[in-house]
């Protein structure tokens, strides 16, 4: 099995910045996508940010601009760089990835436990 174990969330003011990481506890044969959701308390869960192993990046509408997803595949690690925080982004973030363990393995999606990010004066 891997888990990934997401690290970086906390209370930041309005405007303020916050960065996400997210590790793969061991090394697959491969992770395909990577990505950020977010779930505010009383709405569903929403794609926020994702990474393919090429780089192609791809993002909710509202953090376009704000938002910077990256990956480091050497370190098995992916990035939210969040900037010009509001309140709305305030949510549980999620961390997400394709993974195949081995190279007879189907592609599986795995999800991080969440990390609170709260944006309030």
């Known amino acids: 099995q891997v888990q990934l174990v997401e690290s970086g969330g906390g209370l930041v003011q309005p405007g303020g910045s916050l960065r996400l990481s997210c590790a793969a506890s061991?090394?697959?044969?491969?992770?395909?996508?990577m990505g950020w959701y977010r779930q505010a308390p009383g709405k569903q869960r929403e794609l926020v940010a994702t990474?393919?192993?090429?780089?192609?990046?791809n993002y909710l509408e509202p953090v376009k601009g704000r938002f910077t997803i990256s990956r480091d595949n050497a370190k098995k690690m992916v990035y939210l760089q969040m900037n010009s925080l509001r309140p709305e982004d305030t949510a549980v973030y999620y961390c997400n990835a394709g993974i195949k363990l081995y190279s007879y393995s189907a592609l599986r999606d795995y999800w991080g436990q969440g990390t609170q990010v709260t944006v309030s004066s």
């Open positions: 990474i393919t192993d090429g780089g192609i990046t």
């Open positions: 061991r090394r697959p044969f491969n992770i395909n996508t």
